[in-house]
């Protein structure tokens, strides 16, 4: 061989490696900066516009709502289209159903939260690609025994759900109905009054509680600083960007919605290609969908101050969006 062979072997080397550091290790990456985690958002999981059909971007369901909530199902369910869904379906009470038509002639809204419906909502719930469970449930017995039928469910079907609200006091009182929960993950999004809950729950002192329903489960405890736990240290993350001295009713119901569409997109995204591809994706989509709130939170307090309701942030996640994701 020619020295200059070699040298350009050596070079050849030295390429491979650099590609694989850059390409092949991403799911050992450290997402620990904002700056990282958007730039992953950007360019690996808010998807372009071009070329899709109805259904690509997501199919999200949302099941919640009684005869006193309303409002807590159609936010979470108006925050996913909003984010970016195409379809969005709600499963509510036949009280709460055509409330919540009234509301949104773009939501498809199923009259079925009750038992004897059993079979119409394990019929509805394949068609759904992330399932946000609790918002404006109530907490009847009844209630909560169906919400454990339709988590068992969702096991079943490996879908992707987030818990918050009403769904997490269903967790509270039957603890171990997540454990095991199967790579499609599951994200709990609870404050800090329903932190608490849970810890008491599982019978923690508080260090490391959110660990204990497996690898697939984490959790986003919302807040003044809002933070994200998992098993790997590396993708946790906490964040007190934007938001403001106002929190409203309904804001909650804003995150849950809009993280079951980007926790569909980035396990639908080629982010990571690895074992963690689960993880990654819950840490990713949680912090979107923090930051988006966070920001529509701001923005809408600039323009409402003291007046400001969950509506009137709602009217900003499109300049939200720009700000965050495409600035
Ligand atoms: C917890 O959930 C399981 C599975 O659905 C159910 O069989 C059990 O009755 C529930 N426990 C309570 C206390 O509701
Ligand atoms: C996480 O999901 C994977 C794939 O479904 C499964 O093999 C594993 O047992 C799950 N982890 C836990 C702790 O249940
Ligand atoms: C808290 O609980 C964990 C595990 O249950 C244990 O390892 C740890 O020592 C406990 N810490 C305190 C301060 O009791």
Request: hydrophobic letters at 40%.
């Amino acid at each position: 061989m020619t020295p200059s062979f070699n040298i350009i072997l050596v070079i050849l080397q030295v390429i491979l490696f650099t590609f694989q550091i850059t390409n092949g290790n991403e799911c050992k990456m450290n997402f620990l900066t904002s700056k990282d985690i958007l730039k992953k958002l950007t360019s690996n999981i808010v998807p372009t516009l071009n070329g899709k059909s109805k259904g690509d971007l997501g199919r999200i369901g949302i099941i919640g709502g009684s005869v006193e909530y309303t409002g807590a199902p159609y936010f979470s369910a108006i925050a996913a289209f909003k984010a970016g869904a195409d379809i969005v379906y709600v499963i509510t009470t036949e009280d709460a159903a055509p409330v919540i038509k009234i509301y949104s002639p773009d939501l498809i809204v199923y009259p079925f939260l009750n038992k004897k419906y059993a079979s119409k909502i394990s019929s509805l719930l394949p068609k759904m690609d992330a399932i946000v469970i609790g918002p404006g449930l109530g907490r009847e017995d009844e209630t909560m025994k169906l919400t454990y039928d339709i988590i068992e469910s969702c096991k079943v079907l490996e879908k992707p759900i987030i818990i918050d609200a009403d769904g997490l006091y269903a967790i509270s009182k039957n603890i171990s109905i997540i454990q095991d929960y199967p790579k499609a993950g599951a994200i709990l999004t609870p404050n800090g009054r329903e932190s608490k809950k849970l810890m008491e729950s599982i019978n923690s002192n508080g260090s490391n509680w959110f660990n204990y329903w497996g690898e697939n489960v984490s959790v986003l405890e919302k807040g003044e600083t809002d933070k994200f736990h998992s098993r790997v240290p590396s993708y946790n993350w906490a964040s007190s960007e934007g938001g403001s001295d106002r929190r409203v009713g309904g804001q909650g119901d804003f995150l849950s919605g809009s993280l079951a569409t980007f926790y569909h997109w980035a396990l639908t995204s080629d982010v990571c290609q690895g074992e963690q591809h689960g993880q990654i994706s819950q840490s990713l989509a949680s912090y979107a969908a923090a930051r988006l709130v966070r920001t529509c939170n701001s923005q809408a307090f600039e323009k409402y101050g003291r007046s400001m309701m969950a509506s009137d942030m709602i009217k900003e996640i499109h300049s939200a969006y720009k700000k965050v994701f495409e600035d």
